[in-house]
Structures are given as C-alpha cells and as structure tokens.
C-alpha cells in the first residue's frame, strides 16, 4: 500500500477542485489496484464528474437548493448557514474508490475527481491519496 | 486482482439496470476480498438498493425532483435538461464497493446493485467490476 | 482480509448511530490497509460526518425534506411513507472505504461513521467491517 496526502488550497469561496491530475500522478508507475480519495474533514466531499461544461457550477447550484446555507442547522459554529456545510458530506461523501490499470485511472473520458467544498471558512484542505495494490 | 468491463443495454428511457446478476457471476469462485463497481460515465451512477417492490421507480422519480431536467444548467450539450444527467454523478456515485466472502456478494436479502443512467442520449454503457482479494 | 459482522440496536426511531468506536476497535492492531463499512440492509445507510454538535440531526432533517414519509411511493409495505427509507441508500449509500494507517482509521479531527436510519420498523441493524491488507 501506497498513501500520501496532499494540500488543496480551496480559496474563500464554494468551489469544486480538479484532483485529476494529482491523483493521476500519484498512481503513475503503479500496476494494477484501487486508489482510495478520501477527504479527512468534515465538511467537503469528493465527486467524480465532468469538469469545464459547466457541470460542476451545476452541481454546486443543486446542493445549494437541496442543503442551503440557511438559519435552520442545529449546529451553529462558523459563518452564516455554515450547519449546510456540516451536512454535505451526508449527500456526496468524503471517500471514492477507483480502478487501476497499469498505472492509469480507468475514469471515463469525461470523468473527473472533483473535491466539493461549500465551506467558505477553511481555505486549504488535506486530501489522502492511498493505492492498494492487486 | 481481476477486472472486466461488461456492457449494459439501458435503452432511450431513464433506467435503474440491476447489475447483481453480473456482478455476482463476476466473484463466482474467487475467494474472500472487495468487489468494486464503476461506471466510467459523467452522466450516471451506481446505487445499491431493493429493487422489483417499486423502490427502484421511488429513487428515479425522487431524483427527478433533487435534479429537475429544466432549463437551468450551465451545462447544454446534449436533449433538454439534459445537465441534470452530468449532476447526477455528484449524488449517485459512479463507484460503490462491496464485500466478497468465498466467491459470495456480502449483500443483504433485499439489496441489489443498480446501475442509475438518467441519460436518455446514451443507450449503451459500459461498467468495470474489479476484484481484490484479500 | 478480516471482516466481522456487528449488530447495532437503532432502535424505534430515526437514527444517526456512530461506529466509529466499533470500527476503530476492529483495525486496532492492524497494519495499513482500507477499511469497508458495509449495511446489508436496503433502508440504511453509511455517512461519515461530525457528530455531537447538531449536524447528524441537521442530516436526518434534510434527509426527510429530500425524500419525505409522504403517500408518494410505488414501495408500500411496512408503516406510512415507508418507500422513503427505500430511497435513502440511493442517496446515502451501505457503503464506503477508509484509509487505515498502523491500525489507526486516517479519519479528520471531526469526522465519525454513522449509520443512517431512517426505518421505524427495523430496530436492530448488522455491519459488515471488512479489513483489507495493503
């Protein structure tokens, strides 16, 4: 087994972050086997979808209608509303399992790994790449 | 580890595909591990769910309601609504990953995996079992 | 590979139940590896969120204004509006992964493991953890 864990510097605001690249890399050279993408924090998760159509900003748009940063959350720490970031990981989850062949992710040609942040109060976050091989 | 990629007829409707059938003559004689299933696709999912007792019709039409096809994606390739398909991925992942015991899924009596395409432009899609042992 | 199956009483109500006591014990002692956390069941599912600051409750919430006990459902057996806790694994999936490192779950500061439980009818519920070596 292979792990690492890397820093994504998310910004101030609701983003979706390309991994690709960083997991790609991180699985070159391996054989065959399964790369784990977890988010140790408690308020991001990781999706695997189509980046630059504008289908991530959609995807940020639909969490917003179906957990909105309102004054409804039981948990109240942080920025207004910040109890909807608390519950994203409920809905699209901090971990993704994904086949490797010969040292390639076998996304989907429009498939990418995307950390979903809502939470505007943490700029950087960690992301653990871990390779098991098979 | 083993891998295979099969390919699913899931027709011009919306479809919630039963893959246990595949799945489970996939670990047939395989020892104990870890099956994953992934759908190399922007534009569908992979849930584990009762299916034939109308629960797989419930999740479709729920779905409909989380991610209408309407005119208000950024995303505009493809039929109308059709960036509703490419936000289906951040909520019905295209990965999911189940224990194997002597060759068996470790699934419950009434749970099947079910391959969720909400995609009408596709007919054909392609799924990756892949087996660890362990 | 070591895999266990533990019963968890949910009880009579909507439940958000923490394993993360469970599942630690189980690796403890280990090596590296990936650790699943699997619900045979067809009305549950696995979240790993914070608990014990209000964001389980705020997910069952949001959970039930996303797929309400409503008249709604093809599914009808067991109490009214039962179809809902069909539909849930669909959204919360019985499954997800986590990186062990040295017999210590890779979990964040805030992150737990929860069972999601929306089913009034079942009071008791089994998790799969299944360990496997890297």
């Known amino acids: 087994m ?17 991994l690709t690249g960083e997991a790609s890399e991180f699985v070159r050279g391996d054989g065959n086997g399964l790369l784990n993408v977890f988010v140790p924090h408690a308020t991001a998760g990781v999706a695997v979808i189509e980046t630059g159509a504008g289908s991530d900003h959609d995807l940020m748009e639909i969490l917003e209608d179906l957990i909105p940063h309102e004054d409804r959350y039981r948990h109240r720490h942080g920025s207004f509303g910040h109890g909807a970031d608390h519950v994203l990981p409920g809905l699209v989850a901090p971990s993704t399992t994904i086949p490797v062949i010969e040292g390639r992710l076998a996304l989907g040609t429009w498939q990418s790994i995307v950390l979903i942040d809502t939470n505007v109060d943490n700029q950087e976050r ?9």
Request: without cysteine.
């Open 2 to 18: 292979k792990t690492e864990v890397v820093v994504v510097r998310t910004g101030p605001s609701r983003s979706a972050t390309d």
């Open 126 to 134: 960690r992301v653990r790449f871990t390779f098991l091989p098979g």
